[in-house]
């Protein structure tokens, strides 16, 4: 719901960034909708290929300049960056509240974790640096230079609107890129926004741009332009796919962080409460809809019955309505299709034999009224048969399964193409060790529900991605080396 803190800010002008902000070519624009009331929140422009290509080639003329800036002028332009979303984060928080359906509480931790990206990237472009190398000869010195690769274009996603555009484009632009961003047709507000307070950190015209509206068109230009040399997609392993195929007919470097499945795993010396408040807190974050969630829970056969009961409890527990809110903890599904795989995946699986011991239905009248809101529920009696255990569900379903052993436990967590992130509580040692190494994704929470952070490397293995963001790698997926063969 549009209240009045924020009303007025919503009611603007949206426009693209091509160089200066400007409004589509043809004028036309799309409706940001309300996911918890159905109501349109602002109109946006809608850009094709040609807006794309002009983005891209305002980023290609900028790209010479940016990249001969001192880094330490970037670093500092980045700084100012992330103090102004901080200074900025209850607004911020609130828009992005509006037009993704995050509870309030956790859109405040999302402008945080935005500005943590901006602030490490800040820190770290002042580090980079080339090698001297012992030469084979007297005559001779050998180097390395780690120089930018040029103009690097990002495709994000809905769910962390603001700090799925940081991720990518803070150590892009402190590697010395410039950048094209495509939003989440969805979400696109706090990308504005978050370009904004780029922009108005001292960012020279054309090293960041944003573009918005027709996907397909968009990252098709990004895929055939020559002069951009990177993309970082986050998204479906679908998507991913057909980035992956056409990427290839030019060499592009790409970065994918894809769909996961993730298995969340206790086993009977796991302190009790901590391990249930932790399955809950992961499961139903952002109600579910991020790449990271637990989507099967396996607990340990010894303490099965008291885990589901008290995980059952809190997940009825909590306080599902309008995300802008305070008290609430679940907030409503993105839109339609959100809310009909969610029910598709407790439909086939009561049908194929699941017990549901909570939810199971979409919300509806009253505060519910014009959104898409689905019960948190928890399913026992889940086989591998059913969907919900074959396709991440993208929402607050929790299915629950025992395990006898670790060898089993570990057989069932990787028997998935996906491997994003996995979890695992015990209070073994060298079961830690154990779990760390065996278990096949590219993140994993030992005794942790929330592993992500902007100083460590975050990314996928098998169908999950390649590459990784965050961290010291990810800014390095930003250079490339030069050898300087010197001859003296």
Known sequence: MKDAAHASWLDRPWRLLIGEWVPAEDGRTFPVINPATGERLAEVPYAGAAEAGRAIESAQKAFPAWAARPAAERAGLLQRAADRLLADRERL??????????????????????????????????RIGGRTIPASSPSRRLLTLRQ?????????????????????????????????????????????????????????????????????????????????????????????????????????????????????????????????????ASKFRNAGQTCICANRIYIHERIFEPFAARFTELACALHAGDPQDE??????????????????????????????????????GGAFVGGFYFEPTVLTGVTDQMVIMQEETFGPVA????????????????????????????????????????????????????????????GGWKASGIGKEGGQMGLESFLETKLVSWGV
């Open 93 to 126: 928080a609130r828009l992005l509240t509006a037009e993704s359906g995050k509870p309030i509480t956790e859109a405040r931790g999302e402008i945080g974790y935005a500005a943590g990206f901006l602030q490490f990237a800040a820190e770290e472009c002042k």
């Open 148 to 280: 930018p690769i040029g103009v690097a274009a990002a495709i994000t996603i809905w769910n962390f609107p603001a700090a799925a555009i940081t991720r990518p484009v803070a150590p892009a632009l402190a590697a010395g890129c410039t950048v094209v961003v495509k939003p989440d047709e969805r979400t696109p507000l706090s990308a504005i926004a978050v370009c904004e307070a780029l922009q108005e950190s001292g960012l020279p015209p054309g090293v960041l741009n944003l573009v918005t509206g027709d996907a397909p068109a968009i990252g098709q230009a990004f895929l055939e332009h020559p002069a951009v040399g990177k993309i970082n997609f986050t998204g479906s392993t679908e998507v991913g796919r057909y980035l992956m195929r056409h990427a290839a007919d030019r060499v592009k470097r790409l970065t994918l962080e894809l769909g996961g499945h993730a298995p969340f795993i206790v086993f009977d010396d796991a302190d009790p409460e901590a391990s249930v408040q932790a399955a809950v």
């Open 327 to 364: 008290t609430v903890r679940v907030g409503p599904l993105i839109n339609k299709e959100g809310y009909e795989k969610v029910a598709h995946h407790v439909e086939d699986a009561c049908s194929k034999g699941a017990t549901v011991l909570c939810g199971g239905r979409r919300l509806t």
């Open 399 to 458: 299915p629950l399964l025992s395990f006898s052993g670790e060898a089993d436990v570990i057989a069932a967590a990787n028997a998935t193409p996906y491997g994003l992130a996995a979890y695992c509580y015990t209070r073994n040692v060298s079961r830690v060790f154990r779990m760390a190494e065996q278990l096949r994704f590219g993140v994993g929470g030992i005794n942790d529900p929330f592993p992500g952070t902007p100083q460590a490397p975050f």
